[in-house]
């Protein structure tokens, strides 16, 4: 299964002790490692990032989604952050299908407070078994998104939207046309009426 990875620790050491355990796993053939970052929240608040890894060209989905949740996590200098290095790039295909939710990310921000570090993957796993026992061993708090089911949520809400704005669309043209008729009736009835009335004395 294609997902994102989202492991915190205490500091930046322990992060990258796991994106080398991450590796060494890929390497092994264990799981498909795609892209690894570090990010260090100061004690300002401010996200740093680290490129520690990149298994596949700019422009995947393995990038994409990490430069989404930065962003998502930044706001706008997150997410500029992430274009810098090179992290939000691509078609918009490959955006779209690796879009990362907000929902998943305050709960990525929840737990990346001053101090503490992330390590976040995109990766292939069969289980969740190994990459655990690894990480928890490192004292990592351990979040994951399956990909596929955020690209469907996330078609499935842009459809959602869709429709309710062609029913708007639908409902205000509807509005139009009916005030369209009234302005013709106000100025048609009276002239029928005067006709009408002519017809019935004649």
């Known amino acids: 299964?294609?997902?994102?990875?989202v492991a915190i620790f205490h500091d930046k050491a322990a992060a990258h002790k796991a994106s080398e355990a991450l590796q060494n796993m890929s390497d092994e053939g264990a799981i498909a490692?795609?892209?690894?970052?570090?990010?260090?929240?100061?004690?300002?608040?401010?996200i740093t990032v680290d490129r520690t890894y990149?298994?596949?060209p700019e422009g995947t989905m393995g990038a994409t989604a990490v430069g989404t949740l930065l962003g998502l996590l930044g706001g706008p200098v997150g997410l500029a952050i992430g274009a810098a290095s090179g992290m939000i790039v691509g078609a918009t295909a490959d955006y779209a299908k690796s879009r990362v939710t907000e929902d998943f990310a305050q709960h990525v921000a929840d737990e990346l407070t001053p101090g503490r570090s992330a390590m976040v993957a995109e990766l292939y796993e069969e289980s969740t078994d190994a990459v655990d026992a690894q990480l928890h061993g490192l004292g990592a708090t351990i979040f994951r998104r399956d990909l596929s089911d955020v690209a469907d949520t996330e078609y499935e809400h842009e459809i959602s939207t869709?429709?309710?704005?062609?029913?708007?669309?639908k409902a205000e043209m509807s509005a139009k046309r009916a005030n369209r008729r009234?302005?013709?009736?106000?100025?048609?009835?009276?002239v029928i009426k005067k006709l009408d009335d002519k017809l019935t004395r004649d």
């Open 162 to 169: 869709i429709k309710s704005d062609l029913a708007d669309v």
């Open 33 to 46: 490692v795609h892209s690894i970052r570090l990010l260090t929240c100061d004690v300002g608040g401010a």
């Open 182 to 190: 009234a302005r013709l009736h106000a100025k048609t009835d009276p």
């Open 1 to 5: 299964m294609e997902r994102m990875l």
């Open 54 to 56: 990149d298994a596949l």
